[in-house]
């Protein structure tokens, strides 16, 4: 994965990445900084990530010319997005270096497959059972009911899930999601939950944010701390060695993130993995010397990983574009400025050109030299913008 990296600062070098999201947005951000050019394979006009870059292709992700323009014009390619198929990175990963590779991205799109890989890395994960026929269904142990169905392939932020009570309720829930492949998981009693995200190179060496602290409303991040509040050293590492190994059993090359619960009573499970950066490593454009964008950068491009270091306590808020109705369902603009006037306050908004409900449309960064100043400053702004 070397051809990029001799080339940094050398404005001839493209970096791609696959999807045109909030998330190819900074990590176009990040490789812009070091002097890259970046491309975006998006098939939305106005995307997030093909507004800032210097080439926007615009196709669909499996379209042929599309991939031959993104080979064409990219020294390596990366992705933003893993409802990319599979398929589209094997194509490119067959001329030009991709971190992650198809085949990780691969089992990170199918909870099945992603569920097999954790249990194999001898990593604890929730009971589930795979549901592809009806024979399937009748044949789920009553110990995962109460549970949550959830598709095995393109779900995100909660969608494909369906909470389920009995059995009666799952056969409704499997027939609403239409009879497609899915996994049952027993709904676990959660303390709290945590991420790691990490990045690893060809060379196996693996680097970390510090670990994070998430709360989910409706099955979206809304919060995510650091330091994760109520998370000891040895909780902490124990997450880190679980995702290592997870990393490690798919020879990763890139940026990973594995998301955790933390079961009333301390065990840890692991819940899913993202191949690529993620939601709760956003802070750290703020608050650690090298961002995840960066270390992704540095992993697809064979620079050197160096290992993080958180320089200030963060929160981070997720901006939905619930906040830019008011509780009659009136447009409105949240009070940017009032936001603004906190200490410690970094917004990032993603150009998206249209708010709906449950859209990502930013998030907040609050830094501060103490935790508890942060978490101020981040509650003065949840009251702000209502
Ligand atoms: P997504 O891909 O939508 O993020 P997740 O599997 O991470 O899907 O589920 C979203 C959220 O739903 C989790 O962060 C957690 O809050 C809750 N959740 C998911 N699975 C379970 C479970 N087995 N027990 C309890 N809560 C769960
Ligand atoms: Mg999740």
Redesign the pocket.
């Known amino acids: 994965l070397l051809p990029a990296a001799a080339d940094v600062g050398a404005q001839s070098s493209t970096l791609g990445v696959m999807g045109g999201g909030q998330l190819g947005r900074m990590f176009a951000h990040a490789a812009q900084r070091l002097g890259y050019f970046t491309a975006v394979m998006d098939p939305d006009v106005a995307s997030p990530a093909g507004l800032v870059s210097h080439v926007h292709v615009q196709a669909d992700y499996l379209d042929e010319q599309g991939l031959a323009q993104m080979l064409k014009r990219c020294a390596a390619i990366t992705t933003e997005f893993e409802n990319v198929p599979a398929g589209a990175l094997y194509t490119l990963g067959a001329h030009l270096p991709t971190a992650p590779d198809a085949e990780a991205v691969a089992v990170c799109q199918d909870r099945a497959k992603e569920k097999a890989h954790i249990v194999r890395c001898g990593v604890p994960c929730?009971p589930h059972a795979l549901i592809e026929t009806p024979a399937q269904l009748a044949a789920v142990p009553d110990g995962l009911l109460p549970g949550?169905l959830?598709t095995a392939r393109l779900?995100?932020?909660?969608?494909g899930?369906i909470r389920v009570r009995d059995r009666a309720e799952l056969e409704a829930a499997w027939a609403t999601l239409k009879g497609v492949p899915c996994v049952l998981?027993?709904?676990?009693a959660?303390d709290f939950?945590i991420s790691v995200v990490l990045a690893r190179d060809a060379h196996g060496r693996v680097v970390h944010l510090p670990v994070q602290r998430n709360l989910?409303r409706d099955?979206i991040l809304a919060v995510t701390e650091v330091p994760a509040p109520g998370v000891s050293a040895a909780l902490a590492e124990e997450a880190v060695a679980a995702a290592a190994k997870i990393a490690d059993g798919l020879r990763y090359v890139g940026v990973l993130c594995v998301?955790f619960?933390v079961l009333q009573g301390g065990q840890l499970v692991a819940?899913?993995m993202a191949p690529r950066p993620h939601n709760s490593g956003h802070h750290s454009i703020d608050s650690c010397d090298v961002s995840q964008f960066e270390l992704q950068v540095r992993c697809m491009t064979g620079l050197p990983l160096v290992a993080p270091r958180l320089h200030s306590p963060a929160v981070m808020l997720n901006l939905l574009g619930d906040l830019w109705f008011d509780a009659e369902g009136r447009e409105r603009t949240p009070d940017w400025a009032g936001v603004l006037a906190l200490p410690g306050a970094h917004l990032h908004l993603y150009g998206k050109s249209s708010a709906r409900k449950g859209r990502k449309m930013g998030h907040l960064t609050f830094t501060a030299a103490t935790a508890a100043e942060a978490r101020a400053a981040a509650q003065q702004a949840a009251t702000l913008l209502g």
């Open positions: 929730a949550i959830k779900g995100y932020d909660g969608k899930q998981e027993q709904m676990l959660l939950e989910h099955g998301e619960f819940n899913e």
